[in-house]
Structure formats: structure tokens, C-alpha cells
């Protein structure tokens, strides 16, 4: 007969009987003690069920003492320092995985690298270790695992040193870092990982710097907590990249991954919002707030959330920011307060000049000071872009949402049907009733010219079928 659980093929071993002049086992309270009269490998069932508690069973009786050190798997929680260190010394070698969790104190950096030297003695296949603290100095040194596949930490202010030359990591598929402190060479680790597939850095502190050259990796997550300089990526078989954080003006991603079939940024640039400071933007005064790059069925989804500031003191170009793919929807939301965005907007669609679909959400804010002059430069500077003809082959579909039918909008959806063979354009009025009106008309009228295109306007929610519909809001 052999037992399974999930964690345990357990070899057979006959139940303790209780012979004819053997009695039965009793509690202090007079009940026949059934428990003791399992077999062992009945009770490791128990104690896999027990999770994170079966280390404490060993203060029950030395059969019980014996018995927690034969899982295949040890888990240890809430348990303050010295007892662990004394139950890892304890524990047999080689378990499938071990897991520490230590996250209700603070930990010394000598003592968290301890717990790390008492894993690598045990040598287990999978490791966890998180902490809710750790002093960060002196620096911590990775050990040597020579089983581990999967190795995840997950300790604020784990300080790790650089990887010695001694490191190995022969068989490591996984590994998780968070919330880390201080800078290390993320490059020379995944040297010492010559099979890690995934590789997940979320929240390390001081992490600005992040490179990555690897033949084996498949899967990268990166969620940084200090603004991000610099991603340098080389994976030529990297399937998925996840990227989320602040970025600095800086900012640089180097991304060559011929491969790479799901991508996820989410960054931000926060000091847009401080008139002061230095900004990012697209097109003359225009900053770029957020950025989000997704995957989707039809291709890649860009998001630029934008507005307009008189004050920019820092001019990038979106490019020598970030190495775009080829882009099949590009989902603009503009704060314009009031201004002209054709020519922003030219800029942008001239970078994604394959897509597919045009999303544009415009936000005025008049409310703000600033809105667009006979004499402003947002479109004096660019006088001639109402003119323009630049070739989008590739678009079909447009959506513009809150819009108000003034002379530059209608300028650029003119430009629109002009410069791409376009099947479908929805446009979405502003919910002002007099401004809708004429936006309405204008956006008929432009329809009324381009028959073959199936065309939609819509008042706050509903379709507005007829042009003349357009006075009865």
C-alpha cells in the first residue's frame, strides 16, 4: 500500500495495532488516544495539511519532534528568529520547496543571510523568503543553489552585494526580486542563471539601471518605485514584457526581442504636473503625462494621455525615449485647453504611421487661462498643417470623443478622410447643447461629402440619425 498527497509519496509502514494484551492509548482525560495509534506516514498526511503549523507539532512528543522533518515540503511562519534558525538545522536536506516568512519583525542583515546560507545547506527546488524588513547594511550575498528552480525574495531593503564569482544558479527557471534596496548588477546575475526563463524586479528601491542579456529568458516583469533611467534589453527569445513605473526625463529603453509577442507599459512622468520643472512633451508645448503600451487581438494598443502648458524647459522626442513596434491602435486623451492639436497629432500618427484605428479623447478645461489665440504659436508654428497629406494606408477607423465642431477640429478630420482610406468614423459630441449643435452639422457635412464611409454621431449616448436632428438637442 503507499500513501499520496500532493507533496509527498510516502512509502508503506503498518498501522500500530493494538495486540491482545495491548490496551489502547488514553488521554489525560480518560478518552482512548486514537491519534498516536496511526502510522507515521498517516501522520505526515496530517501534518501536510497542517501547512505552516507542522513545525510546532514537535513539541508534542519525540515521535512527533521526528516526523515534521520528513516533509517533502517545510513551511515556515510567524516564527521568531532563533526557534527558525533551530528548526532549519533540524530539517533534512533536500526538500522539494521551503518557504520563510518572517514579515511581522525586522530582520538584521547577518541574520537574513544566515536564514539564506541554512536554505542553501537544505537545497531545496523551489524557495521563498520574505521579510518585512531588513537593515540594509552590510550587504547580503546570494548563495549558491544548486537545485532550486524557482527562487522568489521578498524582503524591504534586502541590500544584495554583487554576485560573487563563485555564484551558481544551474537550474534556476525563476527568479523574483521585491523591494529590494540599492543597485545591483542585474546583468552579471542572470550570468550565473544559464536557464532562467522568468525574471520579476517589483519595487526595488535605487533600482534605475536595469539590464538584461539573456538567451533563456521568456518573461520579464519590471515594476520600479524610483524613476527608471535606463532598460536595456537584449532576449531573442522573450515572449513577454511587463514594464510599470515613473520614468525620468532621461529615460531610455533599449528593447531588441524579435520574439517578443506581449507587451505592457504603463509609465508616468509625474513632473509634468509642476510648472517649474522639466517636462516631456510631443510637439512644441505639449507635455506627455502617461504612456501605456498593451497587447491586443487586432496588435499593439499605444495610450498617450497629453496636455498642453505654456512652461516646458525639457524637449525629448518620444523615440529617443522608447522603441516602439508597430502600433495598430493609437488611443490619444488631450488636455487642450482650448488649443489647436492637429499638428501634435500629425507628429504622432507620422511615428505610428501603420495603425489600424485613431482614438482621440479631447478634454478643454477652458476654465483654465490659456486658451488658443489668433496669434498662438500652437498653430502659427504649424500654419501649414491643415495642408498637409501624409500617407496612412493602414487606417480604417476613427473615434473622436467631446467633440465641438470649431474650425480646426473640422480642419483635421477633413485631413483625416483625405489622407486615409477610412470605412468607419464615429464622432461623439460634447455634451454642451449649443456647441453640440454645431458640431453636429460640421460633422455631417463632412459625411454628407464621403458617402462610402459608414459614419456614426452620437449626443449623450444616442445616436443622432438625421442632420436635422442636430436642432432638437
Known amino acids: 500500500m503507499e500513501l499520496r498527497s500532493g507533496r509527498r509519496c510516502l512509502g508503506t509502514q503498518p498501522p500500530r495495532r493494538a495486540g491482545r494484551n495491548c490496551r489502547p492509548r488514553r488521554c ?53 528568529y532563533d526557534p527558525l534558525e533551530a528548526a532549519l538545522a533540524q530539517a533534512l536536506p533536500k526538500p522539494f520547496f521551503l518557504d520563510i516568512d518572517i514579515s511581522d519583525s525586522i530582520v538584521p542583515s547577518k541574520d537574513f543571510a544566515s536564514l539564506l546560507g541554512a536554505a542553501a545547506r537544505l537545497d531545496p527546488v523551489e524557495l521563498r523568503v520574505a521579510a518585512r524588513w531588513v537593515v540594509p547594511m552590510p550587504q547580503i550575498e546570494l548563495p549558491s543553489f544548486a537545485r532550486a528552480t524557482s527562487i522568489t525574495l521578498n524582503a524591504t531593503y534586502l541590500c544584495l552585494a554583487p554576485p560573487s564569482a563563485d555564484l551558481n544558479l544551474p537550474v534556476l527557471e525563476r527568479l523574483s526580486i521585491t523591494e529590494s534596496s540599492g543597485r545591483f548588477d542585474t546583468r552579471a546575475l542572470i550570468t550565473r542563471c544559464p536557464r532562467l526563463r522568468v525574471l520579476e524586479l517589483v519595487l526595488c528601491w535605487d533600482l534605475d539601471y536595469i539590464s538584461v542579456h539573456s538567451a533563456t529568458i521568456e518573461e520579464l516583469l519590471v515594476i520600479g518605485r524610483e524613476r527608471l533611467q535606463s532598460v536595456d534589453i537584449v532576449a531573442p527569445v522573450l515572449k513577454k514584457f511587463t514594464l510599470r513605473g515613473l520614468v525620468s526625463e532621461g529615460f531610455r529603453l533599449s528593447l531588441l526581442a524579435p520574439t517578443v509577442e506581449n507587451l505592457s507599459w504603463d509609465c508616468s512622468f509625474p513632473w509634468c504636473f509642476r510648472p517649474l520643472e522639466q517636462r516631456l512633451h510631443g510637439s512644441d508645448m505639449w507635455y506627455v503625462n502617461g504612456l501605456k503600451l498593451e497587447t491586443e487581438e487586432r496588435g499593439f494598443v499605444l495610450g498617450l494621455d497629453m496636455g498642453r502648458w505654456d512652461l516646458i524647459t525639457h524637449v525629448r522626442n518620444l523615440q529617443e525615449m522608447f522603441q516602439f513596434p508597430n502600433i495598430s491602435v493609437l488611443d490619444l486623451c488631450l488636455i487642450t485647453r482650448g488649443h489647436v492639436y492637429g499638428p501634435v497629432v500629425l507628429k504622432l500618427l507620422k511615428i505610428c504611421n501603420v495603425i489600424q484605428k485613431l482614438k482621440l479623447v479631447i478634454l478643454f478645461e477652458k476654465w483654465r487661462s490659456g486658451a488658443c489665440e489668433p496669434s498662438c504659436p500652437c ?85 443622432v440619425i438625421y442632420m436635422h436632428d442636430c436642432i432638437s438637442f
Open 379 to 463: 498653430d502659427q508654428q504649424h500654419i501649414n498643417w491643415r495642408s498637409q497629406k501624409i500617407s496612412l494606408i493602414s487606417l480604417e477607423e476613427v473615434e473622436i470623443e467631446i467633440f465641438e465642431g470649431s474650425g480646426h477640429e473640422v480642419d483635421f478630420l477633413k485631413l483625416l478622410f483625405r489622407c486615409a482610406p477610412l470605412t468607419k468614423v464615429t464622432v461623439k459630441l460634447t455634451s454642451d447643447v449649443v456647441v453640440s449643435r454645431r458640431g453636429c452639422k460640421e460633422a455631417y457635412k463632412i459625411f454628407k461629402a464621403n458617402p462610402a464611409v459608414e459614419c456614426h454621431v452620437y449626443h449623450n449616448g444616442k445616436e
Open 28 to 80: 489525560r482525560g480518560g478518552g482512548v488516544d486514537h491519534i498516536s495509534e496511526l502510522s507515521d506516514d498517516l501522520l505526515i498526511e496530517v501534518l501536510v495539511r497542517l501547512g505552516g503549523g507542522a513545525a510546532r507539532t514537535s513539541v508534542l512528543s519525540r515521535r512527533w519532534r521526528d516526523l515534521w522533518i520528513r516533509l517533502r515540503g517545510l513551511s515556515f511562519r510567524g516564527i521568531a
